[in-house]
């Protein structure tokens, strides 16, 4: 089992979807599952509308990618959602992150799961507590 964290648009400066995402899906198919919170979907969609209204990604790579994405057919897990104003809020606090990076971590953390992340403070955090990180 993995968990998979958005793609962060400073990761994606300069570079071309659906090509970027490709990688990142053929190593995360290989897994049994993927595991996100709720927030993951809302972010990935977010992130891929900015991408192309700011002209960093071609009209229509948005649709690609999301389709892509979509066939990971990810596992849902809700409790960092209603876990926000306590467990969540904590990692939050104890790692100098935002509530919506330390749902992430802290879903990694009570599954016992690796988290896959290029975003650098997320990175450090997951690695303090312990987590295994997937590049």
Known sequence: MILLLPIRPSELRGQRLPRELQKP??????????????????????????????????A??????????????????DAPAVSAFTAVSDVAEKYGLSVYDAAF??????RGVP????????VEAAKKAGVLVIP
């Not at 229509?60 to 897990?77: I, N, T």
């Not at 988290?115 to 997320?122: F, G, K, T, V």
């Open 60 to 77: 229509g790579h948005r649709r690609k990618a999301l389709a892509e994405l979509a066939k990971l057919s990810p596992q849902v897990d």
């Open 25 to 58: 899906i053929s190593c995360l198919t290989a897994w049994r599952s993927v595991v996100v919170p709720s927030l993951w979907f809302l972010e990935i969609a977010n992130t891929l509308l900015k991408l192309e209204r700011t002209r960093r990604i071609p």
């Open 105 to 110: 971590l802290e879903l990694a953390l009570r």
């Open 115 to 122: 988290l896959a992340s290029r975003d650098q403070p997320l």
